[in-house]
């Protein structure tokens, strides 16, 4: 069965530079959701999008930013990196409903040197 | 603050017994509840799924319900070293239009040979 696919899976930037990150949800999911984890923490909620929309906001720093294409992807920008941001960042998707469940990508490992 | 707490680790099981995994959830209005388990560096992986009092079972793990108590756990039965993983517990809210997966800060399993 097809499953969430996140590009790219490494990515290592300066401080200060722009990172972009791509998630490419289980097809007919129209929800997606993206999250943040440090080493040794649980995963941290960002932002998340149904149907092109901006559904519900965490704890995204102003210098992120998100949005969800036509075709449901969506793409999480960050800027202005900062050391503290390296980490793993999950995209996960879901098909809506009061049951839904949420199935996780395999995550794009952030470094910022 | 919606919270989700799980019970401090870690847990080391030998090869064959039960592993005991619980979690308590703060908000009355929660709907779904999630077993989530995760190696390191992996995206977290979907064990269990539960919406309605009582227990779940599936092959070797049965999670169980409480929402009166606020109340939800893994069993773990005839435990293998491959089972070895971060367990997170993961709540699903609603409220205003929107979803939120809030997760536990995940209990590290180990199965000793």
């Known amino acids: 069965a097809a499953g969430v696919i996140q590009s790219p899976r490494h990515l290592i930037k300066e401080k200060r530079e722009t990172a972009t990150l791509k998630c490419y949800p289980i097809?007919?999911?129209?929800?997606v959701y993206w999250y943040q984890q440090g080493p040794g923490q649980d995963p941290q909620f960002l932002i998340s999008f149904y149907e092109k929309m901006q559904s519900d906001k965490g704890s995204i720093p102003d210098r992120f930013s998100a949005q969800q294409f036509s075709d449901y992807h969506s793409e999480l920008n960050m800027s202005s990196l900062e050391l503290g941001d390296s980490a793993l960042y999950f995209c996960a998707s879901g098909a809506g409903g009061p049951q839904e469940t949420q199935y996780f990508g395999p995550g794009t490992r952030l470094l910022v040197l | 603050q919606k919270e989700v707490e799980q019970n401090s680790g870690p847990l080391s099981v030998p090869e064959g017994a039960i592993a005991s995994l619980n979690c308590t959830y703060s908000?009355?209005?929660?709907?779904?509840f999630f077993w989530y388990r995760q190696y390191s560096g992996k995206s977290p992986e979907l064990i269990m799924s539960i919406y309605s009092n009582g227990d779940k079972e599936d092959g070797r793990f049965t999670a169980q319900l409480n929402k009166a108590s606020q109340y939800v756990s893994l069993l773990i039965r005839d435990s293998q070293p491959s089972d070895s993983a971060t367990y997170l517990c993961a709540v699903n809210w609603r409220g205003g239009g929107s979803e939120k997966l809030v997760f536990g800060k995940g209990m590290k399993l180990t199965v000793n040979p």
């Open positions: 097809p007919r999911h129209d929800t």
């Open positions: 908000d009355r209005v929660s709907q779904s």
